[in-house]
Protein backbone atom coordinates (compact mmCIF):
# COMPACT_ATOMS: atom_id res chain seq x y z
CA UNK A 1 0.00 0.00 0.00
CA UNK A 2 1.28 3.36 -1.00
CA UNK A 3 1.23 5.85 2.37
CA UNK A 4 0.98 8.83 0.21
CA UNK A 5 -2.06 7.89 -0.74
CA UNK A 6 -3.75 6.78 2.42
CA UNK A 7 -7.06 8.40 3.87
CA UNK A 8 -6.47 9.77 7.03
CA UNK A 9 -9.83 9.97 9.48
CA UNK A 10 -10.40 9.47 12.80
CA UNK A 11 -10.11 6.23 12.93
CA UNK A 12 -6.55 6.43 12.01
CA UNK A 13 -4.15 7.45 14.98
CA UNK A 14 -0.31 7.84 15.69
CA UNK A 15 1.30 6.23 18.28
CA UNK A 16 5.33 6.63 18.70
CA UNK A 17 5.60 8.25 14.99
CA UNK A 18 3.62 5.22 13.22
CA UNK A 19 0.60 5.37 11.34
CA UNK A 20 -2.56 2.86 12.63
CA UNK A 21 -6.05 2.33 11.79
CA UNK A 22 -8.33 1.57 14.51
CA UNK A 23 -10.73 -1.17 13.63
CA UNK A 24 -14.14 -1.86 15.95
CA UNK A 25 -14.19 -5.23 17.51
CA UNK A 26 -16.99 -7.19 18.75
CA UNK A 27 -16.18 -6.75 22.64
CA UNK A 28 -16.18 -2.74 21.34
CA UNK A 29 -12.55 -2.50 21.60
CA UNK A 30 -10.59 -0.73 18.76
CA UNK A 31 -8.43 -3.04 17.51
CA UNK A 32 -5.11 -1.33 15.96
CA UNK A 33 -3.99 -2.00 12.17
CA UNK A 34 -0.43 -1.57 10.69
CA UNK A 35 -1.62 0.77 7.47
CA UNK A 36 1.46 -1.11 5.55
CA UNK A 37 3.23 -4.21 5.58
CA UNK A 38 6.02 -3.28 7.29
CA UNK A 39 3.97 -2.30 9.81
CA UNK A 40 2.93 -5.90 9.83
CA UNK A 41 5.75 -7.26 10.39
CA UNK A 42 7.65 -4.85 12.64
CA UNK A 43 5.75 -2.93 14.26
CA UNK A 44 5.21 0.74 12.47
CA UNK A 45 6.33 2.47 8.97
CA UNK A 46 5.10 6.06 8.30
CA UNK A 47 6.29 8.96 9.16
CA UNK A 48 4.60 11.21 12.20
CA UNK A 49 5.09 14.02 10.49
CA UNK A 50 2.40 12.86 7.79
CA UNK A 51 -0.36 15.53 6.87
CA UNK A 52 -3.35 15.59 8.97
CA UNK A 53 -1.63 14.09 12.24
CA UNK A 54 -1.45 16.37 15.25
CA UNK A 55 0.40 14.78 18.77
CA UNK A 56 -1.65 15.01 21.51
CA UNK A 57 -1.09 16.47 25.14
CA UNK A 58 -3.10 15.99 28.08
CA UNK A 59 -2.10 18.51 31.07
CA UNK A 60 -3.97 17.71 34.65
CA UNK A 61 -2.73 21.25 36.26
CA UNK A 62 -5.04 23.46 38.46
CA UNK A 63 -2.72 26.40 38.67
CA UNK A 64 -3.92 28.97 35.59
CA UNK A 65 0.11 30.53 35.64
CA UNK A 66 1.37 27.02 35.40
CA UNK A 67 -0.68 26.02 32.56
CA UNK A 68 -0.47 29.34 30.89
CA UNK A 69 3.07 29.04 30.45
CA UNK A 70 2.38 24.92 28.58
CA UNK A 71 -0.15 27.18 26.83
CA UNK A 72 2.64 29.84 25.22
CA UNK A 73 5.34 27.51 24.93
CA UNK A 74 2.93 25.30 22.70
CA UNK A 75 2.02 28.08 20.57
CA UNK A 76 5.37 29.93 19.92
CA UNK A 77 7.32 26.10 19.39
CA UNK A 78 5.02 23.37 19.07
CA UNK A 79 2.17 24.60 16.88
CA UNK A 80 1.72 21.00 15.72
CA UNK A 81 0.39 19.62 19.21
CA UNK A 82 -2.95 19.58 20.51
CA UNK A 83 -3.41 20.52 23.93
CA UNK A 84 -5.95 19.37 26.56
CA UNK A 85 -5.70 20.54 29.84
CA UNK A 86 -7.97 19.53 33.27
CA UNK A 87 -8.01 21.36 36.57
CA UNK A 88 -8.93 18.39 38.92
CA UNK A 89 -8.99 14.96 39.10
CA UNK A 90 -12.60 14.55 38.33
CA UNK A 91 -12.39 16.36 34.96
CA UNK A 92 -9.35 14.38 34.04
CA UNK A 93 -10.91 11.22 34.17
CA UNK A 94 -14.15 12.42 32.22
CA UNK A 95 -11.33 14.07 29.49
CA UNK A 96 -9.24 10.69 29.32
CA UNK A 97 -12.28 8.69 28.15
CA UNK A 98 -12.23 10.23 25.06
CA UNK A 99 -8.81 11.36 24.61
CA UNK A 100 -5.72 9.88 22.53
CA UNK A 101 -2.47 11.97 24.51
CA UNK A 102 0.81 11.35 22.97
CA UNK A 103 1.90 12.58 26.53
CA UNK A 104 -0.10 13.13 29.93
CA UNK A 105 1.54 15.53 32.47
CA UNK A 106 0.11 15.58 36.10
CA UNK A 107 0.98 18.13 38.71
CA UNK A 108 1.96 16.03 41.89
CA UNK A 109 0.05 18.79 44.19
CA UNK A 110 -3.84 19.42 43.95
CA UNK A 111 -5.86 20.46 47.03
CA UNK A 112 -8.10 17.69 47.99
CA UNK A 113 -7.22 15.17 44.99
CA UNK A 114 -5.93 11.74 44.97
CA UNK A 115 -3.22 12.14 42.00
CA UNK A 116 -1.90 8.80 42.57
CA UNK A 117 -4.99 6.93 41.91
CA UNK A 118 -5.55 8.50 38.55
CA UNK A 119 -1.98 7.71 37.67
CA UNK A 120 -2.49 3.91 38.73
CA UNK A 121 -5.75 3.77 36.86
CA UNK A 122 -4.38 5.34 33.95
CA UNK A 123 -1.62 2.53 34.10
CA UNK A 124 -4.01 -0.39 34.30
CA UNK A 125 -6.23 1.14 31.54
CA UNK A 126 -6.29 -0.72 27.85
CA UNK A 127 -5.63 2.33 26.06
CA UNK A 128 -3.30 4.41 28.16
CA UNK A 129 -1.11 2.08 29.94
CA UNK A 130 1.35 2.56 27.44
CA UNK A 131 1.17 6.55 26.94
CA UNK A 132 4.38 8.67 28.97
CA UNK A 133 3.22 10.26 32.27
CA UNK A 134 5.10 12.91 33.31
CA UNK A 135 4.49 13.88 37.10
CA UNK A 136 5.04 17.50 38.05
CA UNK A 137 5.74 19.24 41.43
CA UNK A 138 6.78 22.55 43.01
CA UNK A 139 8.02 20.59 46.05
CA UNK A 140 11.14 18.65 46.50
CA UNK A 141 9.77 16.04 48.60
CA UNK A 142 11.50 12.23 47.91
CA UNK A 143 8.68 10.44 49.11
CA UNK A 144 6.12 12.30 46.47
CA UNK A 145 8.95 11.26 43.67
CA UNK A 146 9.44 7.34 44.75
CA UNK A 147 5.69 7.30 45.20
CA UNK A 148 5.08 8.43 41.37
CA UNK A 149 7.22 6.06 40.06
CA UNK A 150 6.14 3.37 42.27
CA UNK A 151 3.02 3.74 40.20
CA UNK A 152 3.91 4.20 37.02
CA UNK A 153 5.16 7.63 35.89
CA UNK A 154 7.99 7.97 33.05
CA UNK A 155 9.60 10.81 34.85
CA UNK A 156 9.20 13.66 37.53
CA UNK A 157 9.72 17.14 36.93
CA UNK A 158 10.97 19.64 39.50
CA UNK A 159 9.11 22.90 38.71
CA UNK A 160 11.57 25.98 38.83
CA UNK A 161 10.21 29.08 40.98
CA UNK A 162 11.43 31.52 37.70
CA UNK A 163 8.79 31.32 34.76
CA UNK A 164 11.42 31.60 32.44
CA UNK A 165 13.09 28.53 33.55
CA UNK A 166 9.77 26.56 33.60
CA UNK A 167 9.22 27.74 29.99
CA UNK A 168 12.64 25.89 29.30
CA UNK A 169 11.70 22.70 31.17
CA UNK A 170 8.56 22.64 29.02
CA UNK A 171 10.60 22.70 25.94
CA UNK A 172 12.97 20.50 27.07
CA UNK A 173 9.91 17.94 28.23
CA UNK A 174 7.82 18.61 25.01
CA UNK A 175 11.26 18.07 23.02
CA UNK A 176 12.08 14.51 24.63
CA UNK A 177 8.46 12.96 24.78
CA UNK A 178 6.97 14.32 21.53
CA UNK A 179 9.81 14.18 19.71
CA UNK A 180 12.97 12.22 20.67
CA UNK A 181 11.25 9.82 22.44
CA UNK A 182 9.96 6.56 20.70
CA UNK A 183 7.02 5.06 22.74
CA UNK A 184 6.49 1.65 23.66
CA UNK A 185 5.28 -0.85 20.45
CA UNK A 186 1.74 -0.33 19.63
CA UNK A 187 1.17 -3.75 19.70
CA UNK A 188 2.08 -4.19 23.49
CA UNK A 189 -0.69 -1.83 23.89
CA UNK A 190 -3.28 -3.96 22.17
CA UNK A 191 -2.21 -7.14 23.52
CA UNK A 192 -2.11 -6.67 27.07
CA UNK A 193 -4.94 -7.82 29.39
CA UNK A 194 -5.74 -5.24 31.92
CA UNK A 195 -8.92 -4.91 34.03
CA UNK A 196 -9.87 -2.73 36.88
CA UNK A 197 -9.41 0.29 36.00
CA UNK A 198 -11.81 3.11 37.62
CA UNK A 199 -11.33 6.31 34.60
CA UNK A 200 -15.35 5.24 34.42
CA UNK A 201 -15.59 5.80 37.98
Given amino acids: MNEHSLHLDSQTREIGGFLY??????????????????????????????P??????????????????????????????????????????ELLLNADPDLITLDFHIPGECILGLLRDIRS???LMNVPVVMMSGTENEDDVSAAYLHGANSFLKKPFSCDEYADSVRLLLTYWLEKNWNSPPNRLVSAKCSGSKLTG
Fill in 21 to 50: HTQPTADGLGLLQPLNEFARLYGGCTSASS
Fill in 52 to 93: GLRKQLFLLDDSDDDAGIFERVLTGSFREIAFTRAKSVYQAR
Fill in 125 to 127: HHR
